[in-house]
């Protein structure tokens, strides 16, 4: 009887991946990481425990997969397919988006993102928030096609898919009955574009209906704000003290923000207090931005990103995603996260030590509380979603830019990634 006991308590300890000679974030030496299931089991500076996989990190960085928190699947890879873009102002991108919407089907939207999915995951992303266009002219297609990506990719992916009115509320009617449809549908977030409607009280209007919507689905809420240099654009501030008044604080991301760049000194500290009061998270993409924002300037032109800098100084809760990728609104694109945080890097003035490490966060744990996910992260406990970075350090990583050279989902070896590169004849 003791026999057998012993035979199974040596059975349950047996792990089923090790990542050894690991080099950690923020700790000194060397570590391995013991896998049992899908969880972490243990860290320790050797465990001469064996498992049934091993996975030698050599001494570079292990870290939590990345976050993309704000992606356009269902646009995505049409730059493909479309006319060239010749402006990159608002107007034109949303005018080459609607060339197509109107005749997408669930076929092609699968095609199309699973692609980037795909992308995603070998460059070490497994966890995204789409956004899906809920409007008139594509009507729900674009939510059918991502809720059926979240299915496919079940196994491979983490995907949030977000209900998101990209023509307005107020602006286009029946919008709203749609944008409603699509949460009994099982979309996952209410999304938002409230600065793109016509009247500051449509603005509002569109903030209060958004928040009516996520109360009655109980759902969190993704709004993109302010896309504009424009000054007199102002969501933000009613988005912060809404977001106080309904209770919702810690529920609500904003991403973009770029007109708080332009805003006085005075008012913007007044709009970012208010934003850290209610707790929201502030998405910067600031390589879109930076493709989009002042294309009509003259010298010296806008370069419209919101204010990352003194936001991560204040403790507001930054993160950085792909956003659009290979569309109407950005002709590049990996969906590589160490490419979109090494944007972010050169973009928002952030090279000291420190601010590296900073914009590392904000494509790992800042996008997780964004999220909200649970169990994220390197301790015993958490869910083994990890990447073995191909460097031993963070500022390594988004210098090099090279793939992870593994990256593991719930606890299984999912990507292998080889960089081979040799000189001939020299
Ligand atoms: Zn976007």
């Given at each position: 009887m003791n026999m057998f006991y012993h035979v199974l308590e040596c059975r349950v300890q047996q792990m089923d991946l090790i990542v050894r000679h690991a080099h950690l974030r923020n700790q000194q030496g060397i570590w391995d990481i013991g896998i049992t299931g899908d969880r972490i089991s243990v860290i320790a500076e050797k465990l001469t425990d064996i498992a049934t996989e091993d996975i030698d990190a050599a001494g570079n960085l292990v870290v939590p997969t990345y976050i993309n928190?704000?992606?356009h699947l269902d646009k995505c890879n049409l730059r493909d397919k479309m006319r060239p873009n010749k402006t990159y102002s608002w107007d034109e991108c949303l005018a080459l988006t609607w060339e197509h919407k109107a005749q997408y089907t669930v076929e092609d939207i699968l095609d199309r993102a699973g692609r980037a999915v795909e992308e995603g995951v070998l460059n070490g992303t497994t966890i995204f928030r789409a956004f899906a266009d809920v409007d008139t002219i594509g009507q729900l297609r674009p939510i059918e096609g991502l809720l059926a990506l979240r299915e496919r990719w079940r196994d491979v992916a983490h995907i949030e898919v977000v209900a998101f009115p990209q023509e307005g509320l107020i602006r286009n009617p029946g919008a709203n009955d749609l944008m409603e449809e699509a949460m009994r549908m099982g979309a996952d977030v209410v999304g938002g574009l409230?600065?793109?409607?016509?009247l500051d009280e449509d603005v509002r209007k569109h903030i209060d209906w958004c928040f009516e919507l996520a109360k009655k689905f109980n759902k969190d809420i993704h709004m993109l704000l302010?896309?504009?240099?424009?000054?007199?654009?102002?969501?933000l501030e009613y988005l912060a003290v809404k977001t106080m008044r309904e209770g919702y604080q810690g529920r609500v991301s904003a991403s973009h923000c770029v007109a708080l760049s332009t805003y006085d000194e005075a008012h913007a500290r007044k709009v970012m207090e208010l934003v850290k009061e209610a707790d929201i998270s502030i998405g910067s993409n600031t390589h879109v931005n930076l493709v989009m924002q002042g294309v009509f300037d003259q010298e010296p032109v806008r370069r419209g990103i919101t204010r990352v800098k003194q936001m991560w100084q204040m403790g507001i809760n930054l993160f950085t995603s792909q956003?659009?990728?290979?569309?109407p609104f950005y002709?590049?694109?990996?969906?590589d996260q160490q490419e979109v945080a090494a944007y972010l890097c050169h973009a928002a003035h952030m090279t000291g030590a420190n601010e590296i490490e900073a914009a590392f966060d904000f494509i790992t744990y800042n996008a997780a509380r964004a999220l909200r996910l649970e169990s994220y992260g390197l301790d015993p406990g958490c869910h083994a979603n990890l990447n073995v970075l191909a460097a031993p350090t963070v500022r390594e990583v988004l210098r090099l830019q090279?793939?992870?050279?593994w990256v593991i989902r719930q606890g299984k070896m999912l990507v292998h990634n080889q960089l081979q590169r040799e000189f001939v004849n020299h």
């Open positions: 928190g704000h992606i409230p600065w793109f409607e016509m302010d896309e504009t240099v424009n000054p007199l654009s102002r969501s956003d659009d990728y290979n569309d002709p590049f694109g990996r969906n090279q793939p992870p050279g």
